[in-house]
């Protein structure tokens, strides 16, 4: 398949166009269009290359996914769930833009969406120069209990939003190595413990996401171990070949 009209694909289409014509395993850590255009989808499967995405879990989104497993299993209905985001940087230049920002809404919101079972979960993002490289998240939660009694709570959160994402790309690229050492092909839905919006996978808890992610690494290394190693001992001709 030959992709045409290439000038016209967003900067993060065109990487992971460069990827799949390198035949390399690929990774978005933002809500870009990346392999979001089906012809990109479409040419990534037919190669066989191992992919992963979509915006990285960094912040606000990780304590929800905690959080709002945690009330269901406790019988408590979410009745809304506000946020708010403050940020500057670059970061915050780029989301004052509207239609990076709804993109950015999107995939904050689909998770909770499916954790609250639809709740009420408005979401603003604000672009505030001076906080720099902080980010600031706050979100209220209204809560239903036992006999329709009320109960409220609230979080904030700050922090260095790249130093919480850095050690999950250097994660990301060793298990995104790995996954190609196995013979991986296509979305692996089991990298979705690290984003927002996973590709391949529609489970957004985060205790069920690490065993997954666990459970995956443990049988992708055996397969590894199987591929490169003779009943001896002695590693096979291919393995030491790569």
Not at 30 to 43: E, F, H, R, V, Y
Not at 144 to 163: C, H, K, N, P, V
């Amino acid at each position: 398949m030959r992709i045409r009209h290439k000038r016209s694909f967003p900067p993060s289409s065109l990487s992971a166009y460069a990827a799949i014509l390198a035949e390399a395993p690929y990774i978005c850590f933002t809500p870009s269009p990346a392999l979001n255009i089906p012809a990109l989808a479409q040419l990534a499967a037919e190669r066989g290359i191992p992919t992963a995405g979509q915006d990285g879990k960094t912040g606000q989104t990780w304590p929800r996914s905690v959080l709002a497993p945690g009330l269901a299993a406790r019988g408590l209905r979410v009745l809304s769930w506000a946020g708010a985001n403050l940020l500057g940087g670059g970061d915050g230049a780029t989301l004052a833009d509207p239609q990076a920002v709804a993109g950015k809404l999107q995939s904050k919101n689909r998770g909770l969406q499916s954790l609250t079972n639809a709740a009420t979960t408005p979401l603003h993002i604000d672009n505030v120069p001076d906080l720099g490289e902080t980010k600031v998240a706050w979100d209220h939660i209204n809560v239903e209990g036992f006999l329709g009694s009320r109960l409220t709570l609230q979080t904030t959160w700050s922090a260095y939003d790249s130093m919480l994402a850095a050690p999950m790309i250097l994660d990301l690229a060793r298990l995104m190595g790995l996954a190609d050492a196995a013979g991986q092909q296509g979305q692996v839905g089991q990298l979705g413990f690290f984003f927002k919006d996973p590709w391949g996978s529609d489970e957004h808890a985060f205790a069920e996401q690490s065993r997954l992610l666990l459970d995956w690494a443990q049988q992708a290394g055996a397969r590894i171990s199987a591929m490169t190693h003779m009943p001896d001992g002695r590693i096979s001709q291919g393995a030491a070949a790569r």
